[in-house]
């Protein structure tokens, strides 16, 4: 059996995989098992914030697997504490909870809001309004916080306690916050999986002025907006807000799993000892790494990252068979004439990666790609969309 029957065979059916086996990679580059070359602007959907084999991600992860590679939290490990600190002293946020992936790195932030809530308020103040459109992970709760029905409906009955507001509409927003007893307002700064759509500033000033009027949370999913993707170090600070609860994975760890969960003044001290925890969260060595990841994400990137997301826009906007862009920094969607999974066809075939969010071509480069290659996948998309 080849890879594709072994995988058929002996994996569990939830991948609708592109029929690709990828075997190495350097950068932006990525060889498939004949030798083929890709420009990868999937980066294994926003997770290769510096691209494949960095060395000087290679370089951290190694040092620390050589030290420990895990203690548990039950004992203290050096590059969990750093990376912790690193992170409140670039957001503002004063404490961290270390899980593994982006699920769980929002099952912490319903937690917290609710016990927040239950502390200060009583049980009873435990619903989260959370968009329609809007994707919070495949655990039973984090789907619950999720506002599509089509990933729900095969199993219900999920966590109960979630409503879900329209985007952009603050009167359905004013009037869920009247009707339900609320202790947080839960969203992602632009939807990713649901396609690539930023949140208006309108919007978000008003979910913070109506949480801070009505003593209700803000939880920022920045799970794929996060660690520099946007433009920002985290999409919130491009909106100039500071929410009580932020949550990130993907790109974090570079490659590694690895979620945080950052917690606000409001909300630094509800957690208590054994009301949460996780045997592999803050790993030593997905840690090690995401130290690396983050020093490097500098004013100098975040330059870089809003320069090329403002030369795909540019070179795309009016190109033939584009009907709008939509996103921020390197995090971008296409609406194609064409079917979009036509267009990733073409450019599979021409030597670049790039996914699908609904019905959109989705661009999300390493942070550090290349300009020449940047051109050269775009040239390639372009001609994917006119054809
Ligand atoms: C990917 C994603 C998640 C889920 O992350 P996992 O690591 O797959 O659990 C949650 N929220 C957003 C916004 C995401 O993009």
Redesign the pocket.
């Known amino acids: 059996m080849n890879i594709f029957e072994k995988d058929s065979e002996f994996i569990a059916n939830t991948y609708a995989r592109f029929p690709l086996a990828l075997v190495s990679g350097k950068g932006s580059l990525v060889y498939d098992e004949n030798g083929k070359e890709y420009i990868d602007l999937s980066t294994g959907?926003a997770v290769n914030t510096f691209g494949i084999a960095d060395e000087s991600w290679i370089k951290a992860i190694t040092k620390q697997l050589g030290a420990i590679q895990h203690a548990s939290n039950l004992y203290y490990t050096e590059p969990c504490t750093e990376l912790a600190e690193l992170l409140c002293e670039r957001t503002g946020l004063k404490k961290v909870f270390f899980s593994n992936?982006?699920?769980?790195a929002?099952e912490c932030a319903i937690k917290t809001a609710r016990k927040y809530a239950c502390d200060k308020k009583g049980k009873d103040y435990n619903v989260i309004i959370t968009l329609k459109n809007s994707?919070?992970?495949?655990t039973i709760t984090?789907l619950a916080a999720t506002g599509q029905d089509v990933f729900h409906n095969d199993f219900l009955p999920l966590t109960d306690g979630f409503v879900y507001c329209e985007a952009g509409n603050i009167k359905e927003l004013e009037s869920l916050v009247a009707n339900n007893k609320v202790c947080a307002i839960m969203f992602?700064c632009v939807q990713?999986?649901g396609g690539v759509l930023p949140l208006s500033k309108e919007f978000v000033n008003a979910i913070f002025d109506i949480a801070n009027k009505n003593d209700i949370l803000t939880i920022c999913?920045e799970?794929?907006?996060g660690n520099g993707r946007t433009g920002a170090l985290y999409g919130f600070m491009k909106y100039g807000v500071l929410p009580d609860i932020v949550s990130t994975?993907?790109g974090l760890g570079g490659g590694l799993p690895l979620?945080a969960t950052m917690l606000g003044e409001k909300v630094k001290d509800v957690l208590t000892p054994s009301s949460h925890g996780s045997t592999f969260g803050g790993n030593p060595v997905a840690c090690a790494g995401a130290v690396d990841i983050l020093k490097r994400i500098d004013e100098n990137l975040l330059l870089q990252v809003n320069k090329k997301s403002q030369f795909i826009v540019d070179s795309l906007k009016n190109a033939s068979g584009v009907k709008s862009v939509s996103g921020m920094g390197l995090m971008l969607g296409i609406e194609t004439e064409k079917d979009a999974s036509e267009v990733i066809k073409y450019c599979m075939d021409n030597g670049v990666l790039v996914i699908k969010a609904k019905n959109k071509v989705r661009l999300l480069p390493a942070l550090n790609i290349p300009q020449e290659l940047l051109e050269k996948a775009v040239d390639v998309i372009k001609k994917g969309c006119a054809l």
């Open positions: 959907i992936s982006g699920a769980e929002n994707f919070h992970g495949r984090t992602e990713g999986e999913d799970v794929q907006t994975a993907k979620g």
